[in-house]
């Protein structure tokens, strides 16, 4: 008993057809909560997290988190601790579910996804050059605005850091 | 079904148009379906032209089954250009992709995409 309903045609002329929705997600409950993700984040020392609601295309989960390490180790540092944390909660379990990481050879872009929440791990380069924030503001259709980012482009910013070790 | 010879769309904004099969890496199969990476050449403009890249299918006119019954088809066939890690070359994805990307390991290209 197929539910189909034809979408209507995009206009890059692809027509999909499909059912309702999309594959149910791995587990019902999280892997992590949000307020642990932040704490975690925070102790680890990563720069520049942003929490966004996933927006209405990304029906695939609820939670977005950005956050920016100072470098290639550090970044994976991150993912191996948001990783230590998630076996630390389900120690004794018979089975643990542990998420899935994208990325962890190259410290450039790591993804851990773990079905509700996503997080990306970036460094700075490739935070500027995949801009996320614009990606996944409300307003946005996935179109290039090239006026807007000239305008930004020669604005430097100095990034704030989360750095424990102050001289 | 992309085999060798085949030509592609290109689904992100890199700056090629047309991309063509080689290759099927990773087996010794005749034909790729979505979530396959295949070696790519001919684009045009920011990649510079007959480069050979690499590249995964994200949309396919054959299409895909899922467990439960239903099935995606797409009315061309489309890759997107990657390196080596499987991190996508360009910055934006057009277009709709195959969410069963997700579940091979290519949930940079998912997160980028307009829709599933």
Redesign the interface.
């Known amino acids: 008993n197929?539910a189909?309903s034809f979408a209507l045609n995009?206009n890059?002329?692809?027509?999909?057809?499909?059912?309702s929705g999309?594959?149910a997600e791995k587990a019902t409950e999280e892997l992590l909560s949000l307020p642990e993700v932040e704490k975690i984040l925070n102790d680890v020392g990563a720069d520049g997290v942003k929490v966004i609601q996933a927006p209405k295309?990304?029906?695939?989960t609820d939670y977005?988190v950005v956050a920016t390490g100072r470098s290639p180790w550090h970044v994976r540092n991150i993912s191996q601790a948001l990783i230590y944390k998630i076996k630390q909660k389900q120690k004794g379990a018979k089975r643990m579910l542990l998420p899935?990481v994208?990325?962890q050879?190259?410290g450039?872009?790591i993804?851990i996804?773990s079905g509700k929440l996503?997080v990306?791990a970036v460094d700075e380069k490739a935070r500027a050059?995949?801009?996320f924030e614009g990606?996944w503001s409300e307003n946005n259709?996935?179109t290039?605005h090239h006026y807007q980012e000239l305008g930004k482009a020669f604005v430097k910013i100095r990034p704030t850091r989360n750095n424990t070790k102050r001289r | 079904m992309i085999q060798v010879q085949t030509y592609l769309n290109v689904a992100d904004?890199t700056g090629a148009q047309k991309l063509m099969c080689i290759r099927i890496l990773g087996s010794n199969k005749k034909n790729a379906n979505i979530g396959e990476i295949i070696v790519e050449a001919i684009p045009n403009m920011s990649i510079k032209k007959s480069e050979v890249v690499k590249a995964v299918i994200v949309?396919s006119t054959k299409g895909l089954r899922?467990e439960?019954?239903?099935?995606?088809?797409?009315?061309?066939n489309a890759a997107v250009i990657i390196n080596n890690?499987?991190?996508p070359k360009g910055?934006?994805?057009?277009?709709?992709v195959a969410?069963e990307l997700?579940d091979k390991?290519?949930?940079?290209i998912?997160?980028?995409a307009?829709?599933?």
């Open positions: 197929l189909s995009r890059l002329s692809s027509s999909i057809s499909e059912g999309g594959g295309r990304c029906e695939f977005i899935t994208v990325g050879e190259g450039k872009w993804v996804d996503i990306h050059y995949y801009n990606l259709t996935n290039d | 904004n949309r899922r439960s019954g239903m099935a995606v088809r797409f009315d061309e890690d499987r991190s910055t934006r994805v057009f277009g709709p969410r997700r390991n290519f949930a940079k998912v997160s980028l307009p829709e599933l």
